[in-house]
């Protein structure tokens, strides 16, 4: 059975630093995928990934997949207020089931 | 172009009752996939359809069932329902299926047992 971890599921950012939100899957998946929730709203699609090697940025936002290593990495550069939210993991397995890991609440501060 | 929409967006109904949740995809999206949201268990995939076929189904008991529509619209269905039932459902469209692209979810549906 696919077990997605995320950590860390709470991340206190300073205005201005970088920081790094890690997604390990238990097992072969060549599918990672990454999305932001605001309180009390739906999601929202950041990135897909979808081959060992991938990397894909948008604004301040980066994802990247190792899939020798089950891991996928969201990079947040220079974070600002803008960035507080809770950010979800997700990857499917060979037989096509969407696993989600915890989320990390992310609160930028100044 | 409209986004993902869902119907209704609140809802209360009593323990044992049933409950029919609606999902109309974008516009030329076929695949369409349903979540649960609860704090304790976080989000939860419970099944995907596309092209009125289900394709794959979450870890959840034979009382939650979906179906979808030839014009790609899809409802899920629990019935007798509990109060751990009591939950955001989200469904979330594509243009095809496999989660190979990316998935557009709608605002959700909260929905209430008491």
């Known amino acids: 059975e696919l077990k997605v971890e995320q950590n860390p599921l709470f991340l206190s950012m300073q205005e201005g630093k970088n920081y790094t939100i890690y997604c390990n899957y238990s097992?072969?998946?060549?599918?990672l995928y990454w999305y932001r929730q605001d309180p009390g709203k739906s999601l929202e699609s950041l990135f897909v990934l979808l081959s060992n090697g991938a990397v894909k940025q948008e604004g301040r936002l980066m994802a990247s997949l190792d899939t020798k290593a089950r891991l996928s990495t969201l990079h947040i550069t220079a974070a600002v207020h803008d960035l507080s939210a809770t950010y979800f993991c997700?990857?499917?397995?060979?037989?096509?089931?969407?696993?989600f890991g915890a989320g990390t609440q992310v609160v930028v501060t100044p | 172009k409209a986004g993902v929409t869902q119907t209704p967006r609140y809802l209360i109904k009593t323990r044992g009752q049933q409950v029919t949740l609606s999902c109309s995809p974008i516009?030329?999206?076929?695949?369409v996939s349903w979540y649960q949201q609860t704090p304790g268990q976080g989000l939860q995939f419970l099944f995907e359809y596309f092209s009125e076929t289900q394709r794959n189904k979450g870890n959840f008991p034979g009382r939650f069932s979906g179906r979808q529509f030839s014009n790609s619209r899809s409802e899920m269905n629990v019935s007798t329902l509990e109060l751990g039932d009591s939950a955001l459902y989200l469904c979330a469209s594509s243009l095809v299926s496999g989660f190979s692209y990316e998935q557009y979810f709608g605002p959700g549906t909260r929905l209430t047992v008491t």
């Open positions: 997700g990857a499917t397995d060979s037989w096509g089931k969407f696993q």
């Open positions: 097992t072969t998946s060549d599918r």
């Open positions: 516009s030329g999206h076929r695949s």
